[in-house]
């Protein structure tokens, strides 16, 4: 896999132009470089239990509290991901932006790292169901079942073992990595808070707006003039 270093702000405009002009790439952003690329199902204290079971009793409580009743399979383990279910799904973004904003907005002692993924190998959701999948590993364009899902422009991979990492033997396709420094994190997530990426644009809700202010007020010394709603909100 290609690694690459980012060296500065401006550098990761160059790091960027290469994919301007091509709706294909897709984008993950993780705070920590050495982890590899699994779905929480998969994990270490997630992969005791099926994933399937989990998901099984999650519908039976969900629809409570779901407006929609009409939800296909997919649409509801998109919206089960989207809330913390462990699933055999990893988030990918269509915005790279997104994906760097994720890299770095946790972890602040460790370098994270955005990975690009390049295929053309997307699953048949309209003819096979999310655990009858005979790829390891597919691309899957959602639906946008939640605020959240749509404000990250969000994308999947779909597992079929969810404890084996993404790597580009299996994913049948091309995998770049780039490496963000500890020390460019805080600078790159003001740099993009600037650019409209931040806790309240990718959490529409009041998790989001709750997380925006605390970070905001955790870098008070940053702003150059006083707290007040018109800075908080540009």
């Known amino acids: 896999m290609k690694e690459t270093k980012l060296e500065s702000l401006d550098h990761l405009h160059q790091i960027l132009e290469k994919f301007r002009k091509s709706s294909f790439y897709k984008f993950r952003g993780q705070s920590d470089k050495d982890w590899s690329l699994t779905p929480k199902a998969g994990r270490q204290g997630f992969n005791q239990v099926s994933d399937q079971d989990i998901f099984y009793h999650w519908k039976r409580r969900a629809i409570s509290y779901l407006n929609n009743t009409n939800y296909n399979e997919w649409e509801l383990l998109s919206i089960a991901q989207h809330t913390g279910l462990p699933t055999r799904l990893l988030d990918w973004t269509h915005t790279p932006l997104v994906a760097f904003f994720f890299a770095a907005s946790e972890n602040p002692e460790k370098d994270g790292a955005v990975f690009i993924y390049l295929t053309n190998y997307f699953v048949k959701h309209k003819e096979k169901e999310p655990f009858d999948l005979s790829t390891k590993i597919s691309m899957y364009q959602p639906t946008t079942s939640s605020t959240r899902l749509a404000n990250q ?14 790597t580009e033997k299996n994913s049948k396709g091309t995998l770049e990595k780039i490496i963000i420094p500890a020390g460019l994190k805080s600078d790159l997530i003001h740099l ?11 959490f529409p809700d009041l998790e989001g707006l709750s997380k925006h ?10 702003w150059s003039t006083n707290f007040n709603e018109e800075e908080i909100e540009s």
């Open 153 to 166: 422009y969000g994308y999947f991979t779909v597992h079929k073992d969810p404890e084996e990492p993404m």
């Open 192 to 202: 993009l808070n600037q650019y409209g990426v931040n806790y309240l644009s990718l």
């Open 213 to 222: 202010l605390s970070w905001f007020s955790e870098n008070y010394k940053f």
